[in-house]
DNA sequence: GAGCACTGC
């Protein structure tokens, strides 16, 4: 009973997933007919993964670990949850987990799947992100939720009981809770072995998962006492994808910057219409790119023969790197003909800029979206034909002996490589122009030597096969741990140093942050939580967020860029309770949470600036925030307010919800709510409280306003988005 | 004079 459409009539929309997930028809959306469940029902049957049904079954109910290894678009994420239900796995009261790292996904999942079983969302089928629970105790069986939710209920279920199989999807990108997630499962394992884990992922290399999972000591291949095999059972299941033609450069150029444009520009003019997809690392290759090919493309509609010229030089150059065009010629120019439409894509970018990007490519034109990671997981664009990889990515890093984390320009994986070509292949079959560049001198100073190998890398095929990396370092062994340890602390994991990772952290790491917390007072002499301090730090739900504007740390009125951490937070709320400003620190702890709070429409850099010296204080970029949320109430919560004062007011809104979130829980702390009015002196003195391991001091014959750390001396500038950015500081600091 | 991408009771 396929439902077909009929030329003539209006064509059904088809949805698709950033999975590729399953295909239906919105036209007849979680229908009672019958109908259109028949016509979803044939749809799952459709893709790659109903082939394994009997398969990962049987798997699951004889094997305590699964791996199941399915390119995009397989399916698995969608139906493997439904299977389990269908095979019983959520009978008695018990209920199937899907876990991801994002929140989108789960939420997008969770109603895709809802719609196929014909249940009302929330219900059978339910999903839990912060701030959003989304499902009924007595009647969800199969749950979704992000991982770090799944990490937060281990504190008030530390055996996850209620789960019969938990199912972590995208293990692949190696989060930091994803592998603290996959470490605490396999300990839950040996305590309740009738739970069954299924590892899902991309790209991962399922063997190293797979000897993770294995127990410490064989059991041999004959079983536990439940039947099933210690032993983790390894699934592979093919994607949905189009194929993707995958062209290197001959040799290296010196610029990937210019070499990824000359590239766009190449594309345009030799291949057959389709969007065009270029990877680059952050806002300022973008901007700059994006600067580069509109000029080229308004001097061909000017269509000035010098402009041409130019034009043709930069694309004879770029046809000159790629073997496949060699044989070509260039005969004419049709950019005139067919304009580029360039649009950037970073997370930086207000929303209404990134909403340009889905918007449909008009007949005729041809989009080229330049973007940032975030189009390599997070988000994904229809349309897709060509992918242009500079072959770099901006990656977090973190220095132990100086805890300091950096962000480095720096190559990436294989399995990053092919993820970035596998978005050309997702409407027909795609092409991928993997980049090339020369390391930039300054980046690879920058650089930890074991990325760098022996010699210049350039993306050639060569690079790729001999060079490249398999996979990313995980996030684990690149950040600051203290989140990390006062989490499993709070599982009661005493023996931190003796935890089997998937990925272990470096020694140096781990002991910084031990003793970072035990500095805080968090930890005792036996590294054990204190009572009560220690567990009502671990309770206060924080997250570490990026050092950029007012993320960065001060002693109180120096304000040197370092990152917070969320024990630092915590420790500062609970100093506020004897000094009686709560109200003011929960504030500055809720806006610390978020990214920014300010918002540069239009890209008017020195309009923001202006704007924030109308909040700012002397005191610093904390008591700047007070400030500026004061001024947010007094508009009663208005969007036209902050958009005068170059405000972000999605960000306000968040302000306010983790606000209300940290007041619950303080309260339920013992925390008394109360004001300081306008003594400032108590709200410094608690931010101190929490954050003195960042003390630093003015170097006293600086010119250039270099401070260093108390505590090792380190050089520190004050980051130039805080208010005290070039402001003279004189006395206490 | 500067901000890869995510995320939590």
């Not at 079983?117 to 009924?136: A, S």
């Not at 061909?300 to 030089?313: E, F, G, P, R, V």
């Not at 304000?559 to 969320?566: I, V």
Request: contains cysteine; charged residues 25%; proline residues 4%.
């Amino acid at each position: 009973m396929a439902q077909f459409w009929k030329p003539g009539t209006e064509r059904p929309r088809i949805l698709d997933d950033e999975e590729g997930g399953v295909l239906f028809y919105s036209a007849s959306p979680s229908s009672s007919s019958g109908f259109g469940y028949a016509s979803i029902e044939k749809q799952r049957q459709r893709l790659p993964v109903y082939k394994y049904r009997t398969a990962i079954l049987y798997l699951v109910e004889t094997h305590a670990t699964t791996i199941i290894v399915g390119e995009t678009g397989s399916g698995k994420t969608t139906q493997i949850p439904q299977y389990l239900k269908e095979a019983g796995w959520a009978d008695g009261g018990r209920v199937i987990a899907c876990t991801q790292p994002r929140r989108l996904a789960v939420q997008t999942v969770a109603s895709r799947v809802a719609e196929e079983m014909d249940v009302k969302l929330g219900e059978e089928v339910g999903y839990t992100i912060r701030f959003e629970d989304n499902t009924n105790s007595s009647l969800t069986r199969i749950k979704f939720l992000t991982d770090g939710v799944l990490l937060r209920e281990m504190m008030n279920d530390p055996l996850l009981s209620k789960y019969s199989v938990i199912m972590v999807d995208e293990a692949h990108e190696r989060s930091l809770s994803t592998d603290i997630l996959l470490g605490l499962l396999k300990k839950i394992q040996r305590r309740r072995p009738e739970l069954r884990l299924i590892i899902a992922s991309a790209t991962i290399e399922a063997k190293s998962m797979a000897s993770f999972f294995q127990p410490r000591r064989r059991r041999g291949l004959e079983g536990d006492e439940h039947g099933s095999s210690t032993e983790p059972a390894i699934l592979s299941v093919e994607g949905r994808g189009y194929n993707v033609q995958i062209f290197y450069v001959e040799e290296a150029v010196p610029d990937y910057l210019r070499a990824a444009v000359t590239t766009v520009l190449s594309i345009h003019e030799q291949d057959s219409m389709g969007d065009i997809l270029v990877f680059l690392t952050g806002q300022d290759d973008i901007d700059a790119a994006v600067q580069l090919l509109t000029e080229e493309a308004q001097n061909s509609k000017k269509c000035s023969s010098d402009a041409l010229q130019t034009s043709k030089a930069t694309i004879k150059g770029a046809l000159d790197f790629y073997m496949p065009f060699q044989e070509k010629s260039v005969c004419s120019l049709r950019l005139a003909e067919h304009r580029l439409i360039v649009l950037p894509l970073y997370s930086g970018l207000s929303r209404a800029d990134q909403d340009l990007v889905f918007l449909p490519t008009p007949r005729g034109k041809r989009k080229v979206v330049i973007s940032t990671n975030i189009a390599e997981t997070s988000l994904t664009l229809e349309g897709i034909v060509y992918v242009v990889d500079s072959g770099f990515s901006k990656q977090r890093f973190y220095n132990p002996i100086t805890d300091i984390e950096n962000l480095v320009v720096a190559p990436i994986s294989k399995a990053s490589a092919r993820q970035r070509a596998g978005r050309a292949g997702r409407v027909r079959p795609g092409r991928c122009y993997s980049c090339t560049y020369i390391l930039n001198v300054l980046h690879m100073l920058q650089l930890p030597v074991s990325l760098i190998g022996g010699r210049n890398r350039l993306y050639t095929e060569e690079y790729y096969v001999n060079d490249m990396s398999a996979e990313g370092i995980p996030e684990i062994q690149r950040s600051n741990l203290v989140s990390c340890v006062i989490q499993l602390k709070a599982l009661g994991i005493d023996n931190i140093l003796g935890f089997d990772w998937p990925a272990s952290p470096s020694p140096e790491a781990m002991i910084r942050a031990l003793e970072i917390l035990y500095s805080l007072g968090v930890l005792d002499d036996d590294a054990k939580l204190t009572s009560p301090a220690g567990f009502q730090v671990a309770e206060i739900p924080l997250i570490t967020v990026d050092s950029s504007d007012g993320h960065s740390m001060y002693d109180v009125s120096c304000h040197a860029r370092c990152d917070n951490t969320d024990p630092m937070i915590s420790k500062m709320i609970l100093a506020s309770n004897q000094l009686g400003c709560s109200e003011e620190i929960i504030t500055i702890a809720a806006i610390l949470s978020i990214q920014s709070i300010w918002d540069s429409v239009g890209g008017s850099q020195k309009k923001l600036d202006e704007a924030k010296m109308r909040f700012a204080a002397a005191e610093g970029d904390h008591v700047t925030f007070l400030n500026v949320y004061k001024g947010f109430l007094q508009s009663n919560k208005s969007s036209k307010w902050c958009h005068k004062n170059f405000v972000n007011y999605h960000a306000m809104k968040k302000v306010v919800e983790i606000r209300e979130q940290l007041r619950r829980v303080a309260q339920q702390l013992g925390i008394v709510l109360k004001s300081c009015e306008s003594d400032m002196q108590v709200v410094r003195k608690a931010v101190t409280t929490g954050f003195f391991a960042y003390a630093c001091h003015l170097e006293a014959y600086s010119h250039n306003g270099m401070y260093k750390t108390l505590r090792s001396s380190q050089e520190v500038y004050i980051h130039p988005s805080s208010v005290l950015f070039r402001k003279i500081m004189k006395g206490e600091c």
